[in-house]
Every structure is written in structure tokens, then in C-alpha cells.
């Protein structure tokens, strides 16, 4: 086994910090609140709903530094082993006054009761980093994470827009910084295994791929945490003990995306935000429907293969990585196989995963010429909602005939599941409109949704039979174009 350290070590803005007594449940928030008194972290939702929580967590990646907007209400400290943690106190201007944002949110009155302005600062201080002059559209997906009751967003979208007005990312502390902490970040890695407990309650973080592997076939009863998006809400929410925790967020090799000329190899602990670029850039029908998963703090924390292997039945990626033919490497010890991501969903909360066994990586095929493609997602509310019904269709188009279908649905059933019967009438039927109409009445033999807050049965089958009117709509008489182009 690896080299065993009892304390984690993170930078806190200009502070290094060594802490033993860390339990597997702790969160950052708590942390900064509690016991460092910087307050200016807010507590709103405990869920990573509202934003108000936000900070910035720089890790050290194959790029170099890189930082990211996180809640801080469901980042488990344990986690931030090797990190740097910047809160909204860090801020500052080169004159020691108002940072750039800060200075926009006043001069467009961004800012009303002030609860979530800091969560929002440091959002927009993010884009401000990464884009200075960002479009409005930019504007908008990077707030999408941060909630506010009383200002309608305008003033606060004025105020993005304008930031770069009050100065440029060139000066700011964490670019003139930036050796100095790479440095400092660097000198706190050193291979260990990290086992840290208080009241009973131990996180283990291992050293690589192979350690954890080792330490959860050893410990198949703990918790793996990936990004925290899910098990996070079991802490805050229903204060449940996750106790041994496996926490694997900071493992470089589970984030690897491999590019063949056949297929994507998704590491299983790739973040949305990490995979984003890749998977739009190769299905680029997966544009609209990314960025209605979660907020972006979310999309920075939560990863593929937690998303997929949680088994929930509303969870977004499974139902288009279905469609798209997707599989999964799982591995156990040093033993691995793969199978269908279908199969892998047995029922409700049930997966075909052994104990101590883990998604490794996700397997997802290059589209193919004549195979056309759809991914809606169905909620309440546009931005940052679960869904009530996700889709994904990949249908085959050959000389005007459909040759094959893969058509799956999440929040139809009690697994993300294939519409079979649907497939089946589809598959050697004219591509036309009035096939995917009657496509959509066999869904009843393959799905019997249930009734809940978030959508009621009726209003489940009615959308999913939509949804092939939708297809049709985007591919058929009106996206002629589209479906000479596939069959080129």
C-alpha cells in the first residue's frame, strides 16, 4: 500500500492549512464558516442549488492551474487535498480597492438585499478570468448556478458585461500569483495515501487508480465520492453518515479522455465541464441539451461516471449515452469488463456492479454517416432543474427507409431504459412523419411512468410521444439538409 498521511493540505487563500480531525462528512462551508470566520460564504440552500455558497477551487491539472467556480455547502473538505481555495475576502483590485466585478456590480446596482452577491461575485470573478468581455449568452450559462431573488438579473448581467471596463484579468492576484501557488501546490503533493477521521467518521483519498482500487475491494462497504453533486445532499440533507468515505475527485486517472478514431474513452471522473468541449465538438446535437444540466458550478463538480453509476432514473447523461450506444469499463482489484451502460441499470437503486467493483471509464462510439440525432431534456424550470423526462434518439437513415433506431428515455421508468417497441416499429419503416407518430403510441408497452412533484404520469407518456413529433420536426421535411449531409 501507499504511503499513509493523516491530514490534508490545501492552500485557503493566503494561508497553507494542515488539518487532522477532518470527518468524511465535513463540508467547506462549514469549514470557512465556522471555523475561519470568513462569512462572506453564504449559506442558502445546502444542496448546490443557489450559488450563494460560491467559491473557487484551483487544482493542479496536465494544463497547469486551473481554477473553477464550486458550492462550497456540499464540497466535502476532505476533498481539497492539493488545492487552493479562494473565497470572495480574497478580492481585491491592484489599487487594494474593489476588485473589477466588485466595481461593476455597484456602478449597475447589482446588488439589492446583498445575500448572494458574494456567491455571485465570485461566479462572474470566474468568467471575468476566463472570458473578460464575455457575450451575454456567456453571461447567462455562467450564472446559471446562482439564484437571486430581488434584482431580475439585468442589473447583474449589465454589470458582467462591463467588469473588463475597471480592469483586465493581467493584474489579478491569481495571475500574478499564479508561480507562487503553482509552486507551493506542487510542493504539497507527495504520492501519500490520505486517511483522515473525526468521530469515527474516516475519508481515505487514494493515492492513484490502482490504490483505489485496492481500497475498495479491501473496503466495499464505503462511500465513493466523486464530485460530491449527489452524496453532498445525503450529508446536508439528510444528515446521513457516509462513513468510510473513498473520496476519488482528485485521481488524474480517472480524468482522462482518450480520442480514437472510433470512439471517446471517458474517464469516470471527468466533470461535464471537463468533458464539455470534446463531447459538443464531436455531438454537437448535445450543444442546447449540456447546458441545461445543473448550474456550472455543478458541471464543475459532478463527473460522468458518478451521474451514471448513482442508477438514478432521472439522471441526464445515461438516456443520450444510450442512444449514442455507449459502454462501461468496470473494474474490480486489477480485473476489468464491460458491458452495455443499458445493462448496467437493473432496476430501481439495483446496478450490475459488484461489490468493490467501479465504473472506470465510458466507452461512446463516433457517430456514424446517416445516423441522425436528438437530446431534449424536459423540467420546470429551463436552467438547473432534474428532469421530469430526458430523451436521446440516434436514428439510421438510409435511401429514405429508417435501417436501425436507439431511442431511450429517463423518468419513464424506474432505470433509464430503451424504447424497444418504439425501435422496433421505427427500424425498416419510411422516413416520414407518420412512422414516428405511430412509433410514439407503442410506448405504453415498454414504460408505465409514475405520478410525482416533479410531473405526473399522463404528462411523462404525453411529452416522450412529443418528443418523436419533436424529432421529426428537427430531421424531417424541414431538416432535408441536415439528413443529405449524413448520408453524404
Known sequence: MAMVRQEIRFLLNDDEMHLGGVGAGDTLLDFLRIRQRLTGTKEGCAEGDCGAC????????????????????????????????????????????????????????????GFCTPGIVMALYALWMETPRPSETEVEIALQGNLCRCTGYAPIVRAALAAADHGGPDGDILVTERERVTAALTGLRDGARVEVVRDGQRAILPADVND????????????????????????????????????????????????????????????????????????????????????WQVRNMGTIGGNIANGSPIGDLPPVLIALGARLVLRHGAARRDLPLEAFFLDYGKQDC??????????????????????????????????????????????????????????????????????????????????????????????????????????????????????????????????????A
Open 54 to 113: 460560491t467559491v473557487l477551487v484551483g487544482r493542479l491539472t496536465g494544463g497547469g492551474l486551473r481554477y473553477e467556480p464550486v458550492n462550497a455547502c456540499i464540497r466535502l473538505l476532505a476533498s481539497l487535498d492539493g488545492c487552493h481555495v479562494v473565497t470572495v475576502e480574497h478580492l481585491r483590485g491592484a489599487d487594494g480597492g474593489l476588485h473589477p466585478v466588485q466595481r461593476a456590480m455597484v456602478e449597475h446596482h447589482g446588488s439589492q438585499c
Open 212 to 295: 483505489f482500487a485496492t481500497a475498495y475491494a479491501a473496503e466495499p462497504e464505503a462511500t465513493v465520492v466523486a464530485g460530491a453533486t449527489d452524496v453532498g445532499l445525503w450529508v446536508t440533507k439528510f444528515l446521513r453518515d457516509i462513513g468510510p468515505a473513498i473520496l476519488i475527485g482528485h485521481l488524474d486517472g480517472l480524468q482522462q479522455i482518450e480520442e480514437c478514431e472510433d470512439a471517446l474513452t471517458i474517464g469516470a471522473g471527468v466533470s461535464y465541464s471537463q468533458a464539455e468541449k470534446v463531447l459538443l465538438d464531436t455531438f454537437p446535437h448535445l450543444r442546447e441539451y449540456w447546458h441545461r444540466i445543473a448550474g
Open 354 to 487: 459488484a461489490p468493490g467493483e467501479f465504473v472506470e471509464s465510458v466507452v461512446v462510439p463516433r457517430p456514424q454517416h446517416g445516423v441522425l440525432h436528438g437530446a431534449w431534456k424536459i423540467s420546470k424550470r429551463r436552467d438547473e432543474d432534474i428532469s421530469s423526462v430526458a430523451a436521446g434518439f440516434a436514428v439510421t437513415v438510409a435511401q429514405g427507409r429508417i435501417t436501425d433506431a436507439r431511442i431511450a428515455f429517463g423518468g419513464m421508468a424506474g432505470v433509464p431504459k430503451r424504447a424497444k417497441a418504439a425501435e422496433a416499429m421505427l427500424i425498416g419503416a419510411p422516413f416520414e412523419g407518420e412512422s414516428f407518430v405511430r412509433a410514439a403510441q407503442t410506448l405504453s408497452q415498454d414504460f408505465a411512468p409514475l405520478s410525482d412533484w416533479r410531473a405526473s404520469a399522463d404528462y411523462r407518456m404525453r411529452v416522450a410521444q412529443n418528443l418523436f413529433q419533436r424529432f421529426w420536426a428537427v430531421h424531417g421535411d424541414n431538416g432535408q439538409a441536415e439528413l443529405q449531409r449524413v448520408e
